[in-house]
């Protein structure tokens, strides 16, 4: 069985300060990783993935996660904020036949 | 262009009253499911299904019933709906293993 742990419900930050979101899932299988995006009144779409491979990954607008098997973590980082990343962010792991979504990380941005 | 879609978005009706919300993908993705978004809970797996005829019950299925008739479609249906299946529902395809596709969500309010 698999499980996703998003460790903040809500995060704050400064508009062009770095931020990371944390994500930790437990499986006992090999597993797939995904971070999603909602933005306001939106459906998810996704923001990077890993299937294998560089651990390091690079999604789209300016954000990268990266795998740590040992630490069972898939952090999402991006060096500079901007007001358009207020959203909320899904972590979502894969293993089996399903995916098992975190409960999600509101980014907050201020001016 | 690929997508999922969802009918209806919003939807206000009446406790009892049984209601089908359909969603369609364009895709080929044997792979469809249904989540139930909640403040607070993050999206909760409804029901799943891994091809045609072939249906399994996710993390919340109580209340729902779902079918796969052709590859493509995979309704929801409540057959009795109650006020605390008031909820934003999102469908989603996807390859198995791979990035998941979702619809853009339907917002049900049970009174």
């Known amino acids: 069985a698999q499980s996703v742990t998003q460790l903040d419900s809500q995060v704050p930050v400064f508009e062009e300060a770095p931020v990371e979101l944390r994500c930790n899932y437990s499986?006992?299988?090999?597993?797939?990783l995904f971070w999603y995006v909602q933005y306001p009144n939106q459906g998810l779409q996704l923001l990077l993935k890993?299937?294998?491979?560089?651990?390091l990954v690079k999604g789209i607008n300016g954000f990268e996660a990266e795998f740590n098997k040992s630490q069972t973590s898939f952090h999402l980082r991006k060096p500079s904020v901007h007001i358009s990343d207020t959203a909320e962010y899904f972590c979502?792991?894969?293993?089996?036949?399903?995916?098992?979504f975190g409960k999600g990380t509101r980014l907050h941005i201020l001016p | 262009e690929a997508q999922v879609t969802q009918n209806p978005r919003y939807l206000i009706t009446v406790t009892g009253k049984k209601l089908t919300v359909t969603c369609s993908q364009n895709m080929n993705h044997e792979y469809m499911s249904w989540y139930r978004q909640d403040p607070g809970l993050g999206l909760r797996q409804i029901y799943y299904?891994?091809?045609?005829?072939?249906?399994d019950k996710g993390d919340v299925p109580e209340g729902y019933k779902v079918s796969r008739k052709e590859k493509r479609n995979f309704p929801l249906i409540l057959e009795s709906p109650s006020p605390n299946q008031t909820s934003l529902y999102f469908c989603?395809?996807?390859?198995?293993?791979?990035?998941?596709?979702f619809g853009p969500g339907t917002r049900l309010t049970v009174l």
């Open positions: 989603a395809s996807r390859l198995t293993g791979d990035t998941q596709y």
């Open positions: 890993y299937l294998s491979g560089s651990t």
């Open positions: 299904s891994m091809n045609v005829e072939v249906t």
């Open positions: 499986s006992s299988v090999s597993v797939y």
């Open positions: 979502a792991v894969s293993g089996d036949d399903k995916i098992i």
